[in-house]
């Protein structure tokens, strides 16, 4: 037996291959190296420009030389062959080439459907609503491609798109009862470890000067909230992240205490309003949870720790949904651990002096005299508020308050907390957000890197912790309007802050609200969601049976429903003809049977000679059915009429 | 019980039809199938053996309708003029005349047509299609209407010249009359032959009133669903393998036609798809030819109506 010779390639379907290919690969030029880009490209042009000249494609040997150099480069790039980046980039590359040696429709349709499997690739790098929409204009493509390699080559273009997005559109169903379905894992299903480790923007474990000015200049979200009731005021937001009581003279840290001291849980005395909100916390890779300053009610993964700060378990690797209770007005650790105020007067040995010596000349004050007095230098000297500062020498705080006395958050912070520490006040730096702004779209509090800010907290005997912002006795517009009017124009901002005009800031809100929408309600659906679904449709605590189970039958029912959807349409009978077939095979019974072929009043003539008494109702229904499938109007009336034709046949004789 | 279809009763038509069933004995089926083609503007083919009648119905129509009529009798050594007419030299006035032929009627019964030569029997066509005549340089249009009413032997008889496919297409329907019953025969006898009676038959129609007809059943309407079985049928004929190709669209519109006139004479003002059933072996059957090679009979039509189901 000789084996067929294989299909050749339809000269049609070359384009519909070529971008097809295009589209699926091109996206990742994004995080592939430069050069593998260019070969892609120029290998696709490479065959587009032989198509159209309908020239003969290269060689064997030329493109072994190819795929020799693609690999050997990937492999020099990635120092291997496997794992997700040079996997994706080996199929990217193959992508490119294949096309090259695609004489048979068998080549096509390998490229076609490492194309479908390509398209997968795209979201271990974003799951973001525009991959996804361009990801489905891939699929089209690719499905067209599909299409035109069965024949369909000679069809102008839209009819193959036209046909590619109506097979797409009847897998709709199959794919949301699989979302919806099919078990879930819990993060994302390619949470390889190194993106866990990918480089996030927030708030770092550590603040020296720069730190917090230079995260200031991404327009990033940092989380969003919304509170179930009202909103505290916005000279109230202050959202917690990390504690740093631990100064070396340039750097702020979060001292680690030593292990074997007990560690005292934290004490909170509330008072007034309780805020209630759900926050979404953008992946940042710390532990900290930024609840609003303190948190009173705190979510199961979340901890409260012994400087108020709510940290999770494990670095916040994915985007997290939780729900906080939080109070503004509070009394925290009225009795403090002895090691922790020890901690919040550590001062490094022997640097600015100047500092020191206005510190001591304080020292007969009460705390809170103290802090008022530090306040007050701050409000009263020539003290500016800049992005820019100028730089700072080795006696940081001094040169700042008595030199330069220009700076950001974290310089008046800073200063703040060594005057304290000087004077004798136990005191600490505080990093996390300060405000946010309400997107009005759907409501939610949106807070940005931009609003990431650094103030500091004194303990006061008998009160506790209290929060001391000196960045608002310098620039109180800060915490009261936010960034933007505390900033003069010209300090770097990123511009998505700044948006003045109104329509681009509409435009903000609501793309905003919609990706968070497709965050909470896509991609958050997670087991625990699909666990409240399916016992809200009445499937408590499902077992893999059962979900299997209602898999198998709900993709049944769609593929009934889209079978029905799609038989011909003369198939689906109109009411009338329902009706006349009824009558029909009522009359069959009683002995006279219509012929599949005979018209009605042909019928009619009949049933006429062989059952006269049937005549004159057979006439009738004939006639009624006759007007209405052949005549020019048929009305309510007439088909009222045939029914009830129906339902006069005399009962049956035995 | 009130009646339930909009029933116009064609007084007209039922008029043509009891004048001419008078004539005519026992053949009211092939009678209103010749009025509906001339209803629908066609011509008329009929078929059969010497002297069953086909004279008769052709002239009885002419005379009933009240059209001028005229009748050749087709042979082997006729020529093209015969049919159409000459041009003599007038003596008198020094100029060439015209002397139109038979063919300025309007009704022509072209009687044996396939005894005439294919020579013969094209210029007639010719005429039949483009409704005038170009003789010497000069076209004469034909008379409104004009209407071809040929007869035809059997082919299979001695001395006959059968019409090409193509020329067989040009006429609307073919009917066959075959014998008369045993009644009608014996009426006939005792009336000693039904021809004597023609010239004193008298038109039953009034000046207009046919063309107005005419007018009417090109109005009937065919419903999409109509439609639908008409193409099924058609479509059908195109992939039977026993015959050698299907009806054209030619066909397919002259059967549309032929339906409405048939069902305008049943006093309907909508096709339904027994009138369909009811023209299409005259329609169809001198336009199929079977891969045995004849035409196809009655009884491939029947069968091909059978297997198309109605809903």
Known sequence: ???????????????????????????????????????????????????????????????????????????????????????????????????METRHRRDALVIVMLGYFLLLTHYFYSQSIPTGLWLLIAMTLLTGALISLHGGGAQPIMTIARQAALLLLQALPFMFILYLLFPRVTGPLWGLPEDARASLSGLSGEMSPG????????????????????????????????????????????????????????????????????????????????????ATSLPPEGSLAPTFEVLAREPLRVRTRMSFVSAVDYHANRIEAPAILQQALALPARINPRTRALASSWQSLPAEKIAAAALSMFRQEDFHYTLRPPLLGADAVDEFLFVTRRGFCEHYASAFVFLMRAAGVPARVVAGYQGGEVNPVDGYLTVRQSDAHAWSEIWLAGKGWVRIDPTAAVAPSRIEQGIVAALPEGEPLPSIVRLDATWLRQLRNRWEAANNSWNQWVLGYNPQRQRELLSWAGLSDPDWQSMTASLAILCSLALLIITWWTL????????????????????????????????????AQRVARERPDLAALTSEAAGCYAQLRYGRNGSENLLERLQQCVRRLPPQRP | MPPMLPMTRPSPVTRILAAANAVILGKSSQTRLALCCLLAKGHLLIEDLPGVGKTTLAHTLARVLGFQFSRIQFTSDMLPADIIGVSIFDRESGNFQFLPGPVFSQVLLADEINRATPKTQSALLEAMEEGQVTTEGETRPLPEPFFVIATQNPSTQIGTFPL??????????????????????????????????????????????????????????????????????????????????????????SLLAAARAWAFSDGRQMVLPEDVQAVLPAVARHRLRLVSGSYAGSEDIAALIRSLPLP
């Open chain 1, 1 to 99: 037996m000789s084996s067929q010779p294989p299909h050749a390639l339809e000269h049609g379907a070359v384009p519909w291959l070529l971008t097809g290919a295009l589209a699926t690969a091109g996206p990742h030029a994004e995080h592939l190296p430069l050069w593998l880009s260019l070969l892609v490209a120029s290998s696709l042009l490479w065959r587009a420009w032989l198509w159209q000249q309908r020239r003969p494609l290269p060689p064997r040997w030329s493109l072994a030389l190819l795929v020799a150099v693609g690999v050997a480069g990937i492999a020099w790039q990635f120092h291997s062959l496997f794992g997700k980046d040079a996997g994706v980039a080996m199929l990217v590359l193959f992508m490119a080439l294949k096309p």
């Open chain 1, 211 to 294: 730190s917090i000015s230079h995260l200031i200049q991404s327009g990033a979200i940092a989380f969003r909230s919304r509170f179930a009731g009202e909103t505290p005021e916005k000279a109230d937001l202050y959202w917690r992240g990390p504690v740093f009581d631990s100064y070396d003279g340039v750097t702020w840290r979060t001292a680690t205490p030593p292990a074997r001291l007990p560690r005292p849980a934290p004490v909170i005395e509330a008072s007034g309003t309780a805020y209630a909100y759900t926050s979404i916390l953008e992946a940042h890779n710390q532990r900290w949870l930024l609840a609003l300053d303190v």
């Open chain 1, 568 to 603: 011909p349409r003369r198939r689906r009978a109109d009411p009338a003809q329902r009706a006349w077939q009824r009558y029909c095979a009522q009359l069959a019974r009683r002995g006279v049977g219509r012929a599949t072929w005979e018209g009605p009043l042909a019928f």
């Open chain 2, 164 to 253: 090409p496919e193509s020329q067989l297409d040009r006429f609307l329907l073919r009917i066959e009359l075959g014998y008369p019953d045993h009644d009608a025969e014996r009426a006939l006898l005792e009336s000693g032959g039904r021809r004597k009676q023609l010239p004193t038959l008298a038109s039953c129609l009034d000046p207009g009133e046919f063309a107005a007809m005419q007018q009417e059943v090109a109005a009937v309407y065919s419903s999409p669903a109509l439609l639908d079985y008409l193409q099924a049928l058609v479509e059908a004929t195109r992939q039977d393998a026993r015959l050698v190709h299907g009806l054209s669209p030619r066909a397919a519109l």
